[in-house]
Each structure stands twice: as C-alpha cells, then as structure tokens.
C-alpha cells in the first residue's frame, strides 16, 4: 500500500470514529425524549429528519450532478437495510431487554461485516483485526451484562442478530455505491428511500411528541447529528476503509454512550464495566494504531 493509500485509509478511520461518537450519543437523547415517544416512531422520525436533511444538502451541493454510475439494486438493497437495522433493533431490544438485545446487535455487527466483507468483496481481515475485534466485542459484553437483570428471548436474540447482519448488509452495499458515486449522494438517497420505508410507523403510533419542545429537538439532534453528519462522515471514510475494519470501529459507538451516561445522566458503573470500557478502548486503539505495532498490514484485498 502506498504512503497516499495509507494516509486516506487513517482519515478514513477518524473520520468512521466521529461518526460512531456522534452515534453514541443516541441512547442519551432517547433517554431525554418525552415519556409517550414510541421507540419505532422515533426511528421513523430519526430517519425522515435525517433523510431529507441529506437530501437538503446533497441538493445544494450539485452531488446529483455529478458523475456516477448508479445501481438500483444497490441503492434499494442499502435502504432496505438501513430501516430493517432500525425495525430489528427496537423489536428486539423490546422482547429480551436492552442488555442482552444491544450486546447481539452490536457484538454481531463486526462478525458479520467481515464475514461478508470476505465473501463479497473479497476482503481478507488479518491479525490485527482479529484480535481489535476480539477484545471490543468482549468489551462490549462486559459493559452491557454486570449487574443487568437479564432475560433472553429467543425471538428478541434472532431480531437483535438480525439488526447486526442489516447493519453489515448496508455497509457491504453502500460501499459498493460509494466506490461510482458521491458519498453525500449515496447518503441521501439511501436514508430518503428508507425514510420513506418506515414512514407508516409516523402514522401506526402516536408521534405528537415531536412536536413539543423537547421532542422537536430529540427529532433534531436524532435527526441531523445521528443519522445526517454522522452518516455522512461514516460514508466518507468507508470509500478508504473495508468493511470489516469500519463495523469494529463503529464499536466506538457504546464506548462514548457509557461515557456520556456516566457524565450527563451521573449513572453509575461496575468494577467489571469499567474494565469493558478499558478493553473497548484498548481494542479500536489496536485497530487504529496495530499496523505500526504488529508486522503486516492492515487488511489486503484480492
């Protein structure tokens, strides 16, 4: 790989990590947004904000005018992903609890992502991938389990897994539009067709939440900094980094949730979470910095 590739793969990678920050503060908004907000109906309103934001600005920008080489499938596979992650996720988290359901979901992400990553795109993922993921997916489960009154569901697991595979399934296809097409474009058109998808759920459940004051600006925040910027920055990095690499650096995601819920919301942590956090912290410091500590790349495609 050469010192240019090697340069955009690492902005690549802190690029991912901004977006995976701004992902992490979702839990806590969700956590302020008015009492009668239904889960699904604010990922329907996340989706909608954020979509039409993106559509906004790629609009503006002349992104559309740009040169590229579209792909319905791709384009239609991607938005299916996008809102199957969303329905899978709050189903599943419903049904066996936010510990066990975050934990599936996230933990399954990476597995998936490479697995695919490799089938697919014929991504090969080495040490330093194994052994980042490794110790952030134990990470993960160390922060969400101790302490926890734990029920597994068996329909809430598989729904959980299932939002880990949509996950891997729209990075896999997104990175494959973003290799003929503007990222802000991809971007836009992807969540404004999956808006579009979970726009009856704005109907099925009651969404005058949203507009209250403080659930205008839960839409908001969910809306343009979680799902607009966010997947904007996620979008751009991953034209330089494959698909494995980007789901474990997303794991950044619960990392700053657990910090934000320790200073904003003053909740309190085991000795084993923050042994999680540390582990987390130590796996995405591998996965960023490993090249330069262990022999070999990276990643390799063939």
């Known amino acids: 790989m050469s010192t240019h590739s090697k340069k955009k793969e690492l902005a690549g990678v802190w690029l991912i990590l901004g977006a995976a920050m701004l992902w992490g503060t979702t839990g806590t908004t969700q956590g302020l947004a008015p009492a009668e907000a239904n889960p699904l109906s604010v990922g329907a309103a996340r989706l909608a904000v954020g979509g039409l934001a993106l559509l906004a600005f790629s609009l503006f920008r002349g992104s559309f005018r740009k040169e590229g080489e579209w792909s319905v499938f791709l384009v239609g596979v991607s938005a299916f992903f996008v809102a199957a992650y969303q329905l899978c996720f709050f189903s599943g988290v419903a049904k066996t609890g936010v510990a066990v359901g975050t934990m599936v979901a996230i933990g399954s992400a990476p597995v998936f992502a490479g697995i695919l990553g490799y089938f697919i795109r014929k991504e090969r993922l080495g040490i330093v991938w194994g052994l980042s993921t490794l110790m952030a997916v134990a990470g993960c489960l160390l922060l969400v389990l101790p302490g926890k009154g734990l029920h597994a569901d068996f329909n809430g697991i598989l729904l959980a897994a299932g939002a880990g595979f949509s996950y891997a ?50 839409a908001l925040h969910l809306g343009i900094m979680t799902t607009a910027v966010s997947y904007w920055l996620f979008a751009k990095g991953l034209k330089d980094v494959n698909v494995g690499t980007a789901a474990t650096l997303s794991l950044a995601e619960p990392l700053t949730a657990t910090c934000l819920g320790i200073a904003v919301l003053h909740e309190r942590l085991m000795v084993m979470e923050y042994f999680g956090m540390g582990l987390l912290f130590v796996g995405i410091v591998l996965l960023v910095a490993g090249p330069a500590i262990l022999p070999g790349k990276r990643t390799a495609v063939h």
Do not use: R
């Open 169 to 218: 399934g729209y990075t896999v296809t997104m990175k494959g539009l973003l290799e003929k097409c503007a990222a802000d474009a991809v971007v836009a058109l992807v969540f404004s067709l999956a808006a579009v998808l979970l726009a009856p759920f704005l109907f099925l459940y009651d969404a005058s939440w949203i507009f209250s004051s403080g659930g205008l600006l839960v």
